[in-house]
């Protein structure tokens, strides 16, 4: 792996914890500070690709399942955008599961992506809601994680679960992945229920050895708007309060990693 290239996965295997807002927007934060940064989109859903304003015609458009099929190398699948370079996924990434069940399966990605790294500062990669053979391979391609996580109790019971998934590529696959931390999102100061669950998260990343950020990323309704206008929240509205706090959560990351 290239040493200068930096891989993160934003990773929780709970749906709608603001994995794709996380992965457009710290793409969006790192290229404001002039690094190069490539965005790969591994969920089937392909929410990544929408939201960073990329073609996703697969008629005429390669995506990371042909990637990761061997069917095109790549450096042939990468779109450029107004936000970052970007590898789109769709709904046949799927089958992925049925498809690879050869040895060797957690390393399709680490292998396909190795061919890029020279050209990129940060890789970000955008996992699928669940611990399958896709995160895994997001895992062992990676060098750090960062979870993104809402403010609610159901979001805390899954973070374990990750968290031996992690311990079990570190042993296997990847002995150098680490958890770079974290991140709660759609966070809301003032209630009492928010500043709770960030007294629970402190302690449950403690007992497991993790740590949270201490950037939180407040709720905004800009969000979503900013993704269905496939324009990236630092860009769309730069004084919002999430805005902000991206650009904060970005600063903190690269101090960590």
Do not use: W
Request: with cysteine.
């Amino acid at each position: 792996m290239s040493s200068s290239c930096k891989v993160i996965a934003i990773s929780n295997q709970k749906g709608g914890v603001g994995k794709t807002t996380t992965t457009c927007n710290l793409a969006a934060g790192l290229k404001e500070k002039g690094y190069r940064v490539l965005a790969v989109d591994l969920d089937p859903q392909g929410n990544l690709g929408f939201s960073i304003g990329a073609d996703l015609d697969i008629d005429i458009r390669a995506t990371i399942y042909d990637v990761l099929k061997s069917s095109i190398p790549a450096r042939l699948a990468i779109q450029k955008t107004g936000t970052v370079d970007v590898i789109i996924s769709n709904i046949l990434l799927s089958s992925i599961e049925l498809e690879f069940t050869g040895t060797g399966r957690e390393y399709l990605l680490k292998e396909a992506l190795q061919s890029v790294l020279e050209y990129y500062d940060y890789v970000l990669l955008d996992t699928p809601p669940n611990l399958g053979i896709l995160t895994i391979n997001a895992f062992t391609a990676a060098d750090s994680i960062v979870i993104p996580m809402v403010s609610d109790i159901f979001s805390l019971q899954g973070i374990a679960q990750l968290s031996e998934t992690v311990e079990r590529v570190k042993k296997s696959c990847n002995s150098h992945l680490s958890v770079a931390g974290i991140l709660l999102t759609s966070f809301n100061p003032r209630t009492h229920l928010a500043r709770e669950i960030r007294g629970t998260a402190e302690l449950i990343s403690r007992d497991l050895n993790l740590s949270l950020f201490d950037s939180s990323i407040r709720r905004s309704v800009l969000v979503s708007e900013a993704q269905s206008l496939q324009i990236n929240l630092l860009n769309y509205a730069p004084k919002n309060n999430a805005a902000k706090d991206y650009r904060q959560f970005t600063d903190e990351l690269l101090s960590r990693i």
